[in-house]
């Protein structure tokens, strides 16, 4: 009761509320078991259930006390009060944005935020010491089982099908990963025990999610230096400058592994939903139909799992799961149309928004046209449509609020019609940064890797560049080659590569990672080549179908943008709370931590840079493949030849031959008999 | 809302009380009858080992019989699924997500709704066996263990490429009926299952069966020696064959039952018919110790719940109609002594024994001595060496 000292007074009342009513039913229930002295079992659920089915109706009563009481209040804590933890706010907000895209696919994000808990800065997170996760409302409990028991920081897993088309679509709005699976976590390395931690949080992620992410074992984890830093507000804010010293960094280690051939489907999606608190049967997840999902040319379904803060300073740290599915959708792809709505896209409606959703909204970004009135979208939102970013890239966007929508008219429709689909004048959107990869030569003994990186921006841009390539390519460094506008460069002053870091592959222990620190001249293209030998696997190493090659994952590059050139959606994954309440004292407060953090005030924005990161193709490499009926050949044959030669060697050294002269009054022939 | 909730609970309570005035312990006993098979709990294995497209048969066997046993009750947690490879999501099938076994396409096996247990890769010859055997590493996940007792009834279906006495795994490795024979008794010696129901889907199906020899085991196949296992139709839009006519056959069975059904194994197996099938099915019942026509085919596709009572070790002398069979105590049941003074004495407690045996593989303890394996093999091959001089000599 004493810290903030307002918001828990009312809050209070309803757990009194609860135990004034609880109290007596549980007693009563009690009292007539000993007085029955009831021996039957049945009689007293019978009685329980009953009891309880009384105390839903009241303490519905107490929840919706309790509910209206949290609404009203701020949390707002002083720093050096102590915080009932226990008492922290959860928070559920559900998110679609839905864009139409250059060629006539349309994108649609899907984005659920849950909030849970509340820690001091001066505790860190550690689920053993803090009771975090004493207690679930919203958020999914079997993630933050995981999260507990794996010593899991943050945690990023995203399930991709499909390959993002950088030149035709620009960036996604939120952060997608390249084709497959793609796991990342940071772990507390308190007890030593990260690679165990680590192990085990795989093969669980394998059976929440179906998936075969038991596979990422030593051969595939790597950990890299330089990309894959920490996310989330918490973390820039306690890498800022100000703080790097004060504060006593916890060791935590990161790893990060990804399989390229991992099949997404309908069993990853099925415990994806069951995460969230309506599930599909509510709100935006009620779109969620697997068959329209996977009719797409790009799917990616995510969890994110990072600190956030609670206040502008950072004290008050809470923990964040966004969960995520971006699709684009070809709707011209059955009569050339490019008209769309969101019951034709989905096959479903939104009958209203998720009753324990504290936001619920669709997000509309209207085309950037360069002739005006060539579409029409319907409806249009109460509040009018607002304009967001700088005076080239200004963006047009329609923000609707299911939870108000819903209640004036059910289901939620909205519809886009163009006047003239063959003419269409689209601005196209130039990504800043784009790269590809692939692979040289022929033969299945040596062969190569080219990576093209194209920077189209008018200014120097610095990337990370980071390749993991299986261990049966043995990289020869002394090949790496660089070529800047298609001539050979001599990069004897580091002019381009300021960094590199490179670890050799171990056999069958471990991958090889290639990091580089990439200065990008403006509008330049660079491009790395490097040979490798292949290796010649063992019988029992191929899988079963061989022929068909091994998948190398992608390259992942991560590049500093600048913002103003309205390329990506602000602030990665807070993008969404940055168009919902633009005015709201958290994206402020969060403003103000990153101004902090970077040293520049807000008015210069200009100069800000949002992080993004750009994957490249997967590869498929075939290896040379034996004949697998070949050794049931070897064996069969060498058994026939042992056989043969021991037989008759034993034949030779155990038996006596001898002519045996036949007994006059038979017909004998000469036989051999053993002595 | 509230009213009504308020009805239903003084209707709770007053039945409540109707029923702790008038008890007789004889009618809760009947009331909780446990099942002739003495099973508490229901598993399903079903495994395609099949890879590629062109075995979508095999994938929408496994999957009709998914949705048969969650239809009658098995929950996804007593599910193990395999699947070789994915064809719901294959950039080849023109209909996204979904997988059909008939040609009309009415039902989507796949669903909104499906936990593949194994996939892809995974589904290997060494994984099933140990998922069996319960002998699995340390960190696999609760969905990839078969956590059965010896209450368990188990169906164990499987369906894919085979041959003589094999089943091919992703055309790269197969399984025997040695391995399978050896896997159900291993599971039998650590009481990992009640009965099973063995089902086999493949050519010469019939073959896999012949080397089992744990009790309790029925099976049943859909072709002898020498005879193939055929499909049962095609799909022209997908292109491939739907489903194997043996499954078929089945479903049209199974399709017909409820979990109220007082169906047989029995008239199941009474309807395969080699005009249906193109073979001839087999059924070996002389591990089995029940007659198949009092078996309902909901004890192994379904998950109707038995509940078992178990004594107390002490009856209370107040108790005048407790048994007296206090010898014979269940040793994993828990020791209600301590609260026998309570309200009651007989507690309606299913005898589960979820006893997670995380077995290391190593052979030996590292603090046991093998000295005694280096005696005896020492002296037992300087007695071979010198039975073979003396051999050589004789000679």
Request: hydrophobic fraction near 35%.
């Amino acid at each position: 009761m004493t810290a903030g000292g307002v918001p828990y007074g009312s809050e209070s009342s309803a757990v009194k509320l609860k135990q004034k009513w609880h109290g007596p039913l549980a007693n009563l229930v009690e009292d007539l078991c000993k007085v029955n002295k009831m021996r039957t079992t049945p009689a007293c659920v019978l009685l329980i259930t009953g009891a309880l089915l009384a105390l839903s109706s009241s303490s519905s009563v107490a929840a919706s006390a309790s509910a209206s009481a949290s609404s009203d209040q701020q949390y707002v804590y002083s720093s050096r009060e102590p915080i009932p933890i226990a008492k922290a706010p959860e928070a559920f907000h559900e998110e679609l944005v839905l864009k139409p895209m250059n060629d006539g696919s349309v994108y649609s994000h899907f984005q659920f935020t849950t909030h849970i808990g509340t820690m001091m800065d001066e505790d860190r997170f550690d689920g053993a010491s803090s009771n975090l996760f004493a207690h679930y409302n919203l958020f999914p409990r079997s993630i933050g089982q995981i999260l507990h028991s794996f010593e899991v920081e943050e945690l990023h897993l995203t399930f991709t099908q499909g390959r993002w088309q950088y030149g035709d679509w620009g960036y996604p709005l939120a952060p997608s990963a390249g084709t497959g699976v793609e796991l990342w976590a940071w772990l507390s390395d308190d007890k030593r025990q990260t690679d165990a931690n680590w192990k085990a949080l795989t093969n669980t992620l394998s059976g929440l999610f179906c998936a075969s992410l038991n596979f990422i074992d030593k051969t595939i984890t790597v950990e890299p230096k330089m990309s894959f830093r920490n996310e989330g507000p918490y973390n820039v804010h306690a890498a800022s400058p100000d703080n790097r010293d004060n504060s006593t960094a916890p060791p935590r280690k990161l790893r990060y592994g990804s399989l390229p051939h991992e099949n997404v489907c309908t069993e990853n999606l099925t415990p994806w939903i069951k995460l969230l608190p309506c599930k599909s049967k509510a709100g935006i997840a009620s779109l969620l139909k697997s068959h329209k999902l996977f009719d797409s040319r790009f799917y990616s379904m995510a969890i994110h799992v990072r600190p956030v803060c609670e206040d502008e300073l950072c004290r008050v740290r809470s923990l964040e799961l966004v969960q995520t599915i971006t699709t684009v959708f070809d709707v011209a792809r059955h009569d050339g149309s490019f008209d769309w709505s969101i019951s034709g896209l989905f096959e479903r409606d939104i009958e209203h928004a998720c009753p324990l959703a504290t936001t619920s909204k669709v997000i509309l970004q209207l085309p950037h046209m360069l002739e005006p009135y060539q579409y029409d979208f319907n409806p249009k939102p109460p509040q009018g449509t607002y304009f967001e970013g700088t005076e080239d890239n200004k963006v047009e966007i329609a923000v609707y609020d299911l939870i108000q929508s819903t209640k004036e008219s059910s289901p939620f429709q909205l519809a886009m019609t163009w006047r003239d689909a063959k003419n269409r004048a689209i601005r196209q959107s130039r990504p800043g940064i784009v790269a590809h990869r692939y692979f040289t030569g022929y033969g299945q003994e040596r062969g190569g890797l080219s990576i093209e990186i194209h920077n189209n921006n008018w200014e120097q841009i610095d990337i990370l560049y980071m390749d993991t390539l299986p261990w049966y390519l043995k990289l020869y460094l002394h090949t790496f080659n660089l070529q800047l506008h298609g001539e050979p460069f001599e990069d004897k002053h580091g002019e381009i590569v300021k960094k590199m870091l490179y670890q050799p592959a171990v056999d069958r222990a471990r991958p090889a990672v290639l990091e580089m620190a990439v200065t990008m001249p403006p509008k330049s293209l660079i491009k790395f080549s490097i040979s490798f030998d292949k290796v010649f696997l063992k019988y029992t190493e191929h899988p079963p179908d061989a022929n068909r090659g091994f998948d190398v994952g992608c390259a992942v590059i991560t590049a500093n943008l600048p913002r103003h050139r309205g390329q990506i959606g602000r602030g990665g994954l807070d993008h969404l709370r940055v168009y919902q309440d633009r005015e709201s004292s958290l994206v402020k407060n969060k403003r103000l931590v990153e101004s902090e953090s970077s040293g520049q005030g807000d008015q210069d924005e200009d100069l800000a840079m949002d992080q993004i990161r750009v994957y490249t193709e997967t590869l498929l490499v075939s290896l040379p493949t034996p004949d697998f009926s070949m050794p049931y050949n070897v064996i069969t044959l060498t058994c026939t030849v042992i056989a043969l030669f021991f037989g008759s060697m034993f034949n030779l050294m155990t038996r006596n031959f001898e002519v045996v002269v036949p007994p006059a009054d038979k017909k004998a022939k000469g036989k051999e008999v053993k002595k | 809302m509230k009213l009504l909730k308020l009805l239903a609970a003084s209707i709770c309570l007053a039945s409540a009380m109707a029923v702790s005035v008038s008890h007789n312990p004889e009618d809760v006993e009947g009331f909780f009858t446990k099942s002739k098979s003495g099973h508490t709990n229901n598993w399903a294995v079903l495994v395609c080992t099949s890879r590629f497209w062109f075995n979508y048969r095999h994938i929408a066997n496994t999957l009709s019989m998914y949705r048969t046993v969650k239809r009658l009750g098995i929950p996804d947690s007593n599910i193990i699924l395999m699947l070789a490879d994915d064809v719901a999501c294959n950039p080849r099938n023109i209909f996204p997500a979904t997988v059909y076994n008939n040609r009309d396409r009415h039902l989507d096996l796949y669903g909104e709704n499906v936990e593949v247990d194994y996939r892809g890769y995974e589904v290997t010859v060494e994984n099933f066996i140990r998922m069996l055997t319960g002998r699995v590493a340390k960190d696999t996940p609760r969905s990839k263990r078969l956590m059965t007792d010896d209450q368990s009834n188990i169906l164990v279906y499987m369906t894919g490429h085979g041959g003589e006495e094999f089943l091919k795994f992703q055309d790269a490795e197969e399984i025997s009926a040695y391995d399978l024979g050896d896997a159900f008794q291993q599971m039998h010696e650590k009481k990992r299952y009640n009965e099973i129901l063995f089902m086999i889907d493949t050519c010469q199906a019939n073959t896999m069966y012949t080397k089992i020899h744990s009790p309790n085991i029925l099976a049943t196949g859909s072709s002898k020696l020498k005879e193939s296992s055929y499909s049962h139709h095609d799909d022209p839009d997908i292109g491939v064959a739907v489903i194997d006519r043996f499954t078929y056959y089945n479903l049209e069975v199974l399709e017909k039952i409820d979990m109220q059904s007082k169906a047989t194994i029995k008239d199941l197996f009474d309807t395969y018919n080699y005009n249906l099938l193109g073979s001839t099915h087999g059924v070996r019942e002389d591990l089995f110790n029940r007659p198949l026509d009092q078996v309902p085919i909901t004890d192994f596709f379904g998950n109707v719940q038995n509940v078992e009572l178990t004594e107390p070790k002490k009856p209370s002398k107040t108790d005048e109609w407790a048994t007296t069979q206090e010898d014979e105590v269940d040793p994993f049941v828990h020791d209600y002594s301590e609260d026998k003074n309570e309200s009651s004495t007989l507690k309606v407690e299913p005898t589960y024994q979820t006893v997670l045996q995380d077995h290391t593989f190593e052979i030996g303890r590292p603090d046991q001595s093998q000295l005694w394996r280096y005696a005896s093999f020492m002296v037992l091959s300087v007695g071979l060496v010198g039975a073979l001089a003396a051999g050589s000599s004789i000679i």
